[in-house]
């Protein structure tokens, strides 16, 4: 079993930034892949970006590229979403998910409660 608690979300204005984090407990060696999600009022859950726990491969959706960078501190169990130049489409929970399989678009085993980020325009 592995827990995760997010943090880090909140309300900022159209072009500010904000950064998630997601401390992970528990069975931590058996994770794989950590990523992060989003959904919005009325629509599926996206992935918005996914890093590989062993090396430095990441996936980010189109709508995010260039504007938000995921990264891991393997050391704090810890994953982050640096989110740049946000745009009201970005308003969503976000979760964080960790896969004990690989890195890829789906197939998370774990999901954490979600943190909402409201980006007002």
């Known amino acids: 079993q592995v827990q995760l608690v997010e943090s880090g979300g909140g309300l900022v204005q159209t072009g500010g930034s904000l950064r998630l984090s997601c401390v992970a407990s528990g069975s931590v060696r058996s994770i794989k892949a950590m990523a992060w999600y989003r959904q919005s009022p009325g629509k599926q859950r996206e992935l918005v970006a996914a890093i590989s726990s062993s090396t430095r491969n990441t996936i980010y959706a189109d709508s995010v590229k260039g504007r938000f960078t995921i990264s891991r501190d393997n050391v704090k169990n810890t994953v982050y979403l640096q989110m740049n130049s946000l745009k009201p489409e970005d308003t969503a929970v976000y979760y964080c998910?960790?896969?004990?399989?690989?890195?890829?678009?789906?197939?998370?085993?774990?999901w954490g409660q979600g943190t909402q980020v409201t980006v007002s325009s």
């Open positions: 998910a960790v896969s004990t399989l690989q890195l890829g678009p789906q197939g998370y085993d774990y």
